[in-house]
């Protein structure tokens, strides 16, 4: 019924940029707040930033400064816009989603299925 794809992970030297996205379809009848998370083998998923419907953002400190999240509502859409990466930013970048869909009231939260961005020289 839902659909969350991510999709921009790759390969990028230290310092370099990379622009994930995260594109939501199927019977939505509304978003509220899309995150980021990721993860690293043998460790626990990690929160890394949320932005709300209304555009209100909340970084986790090890990306602060260095990574911008928005969205385009139109377009039930996310991105994640990553500059000077560095070695620990490697990991499983996760799409997350708060949605109710058509002709429910309850709020569920929906994952992607992931996009692998490795920062290595």
């Known amino acids: 019924q839902v659909q969350l794809v991510e999709s921009g992970g790759g390969l990028v030297q230290p310092g370099g940029s990379l622009r994930l996205s995260c594109a939501a379809s199927?019977?939505?009848?509304?978003?509220?707040?899309m995150s980021w998370y990721r993860q690293t083998p043998g460790k626990q998923r990690e929160w890394v930033v949320t932005?709300?419907?209304?555009?209100?953002?909340n970084y986790a400190d090890s990306v602060k400064g260095r990574f911008t999240i928005s969205r385009d509502n139109a377009k039930n859409s996310m991105y994640l816009q990553m500059n000077s990466l560095k070695p620990e930013d490697t990991a499983v970048y996760y799409c997350?989603?708060?949605?109710?869909?058509?002709?429910?009231?309850?709020?569920?939260?929906?994952w992607g299925q992931g996009t692998q961005v490795t920062v290595s020289s």
């Open positions: 997350n989603a708060l949605m109710t869909l058509l002709g429910t009231r309850s709020l569920n939260s929906y």
């Open positions: 932005i709300t419907s209304g555009g209100h953002t």
């Open positions: 199927g019977t939505i009848s509304s978003i509220n707040g």
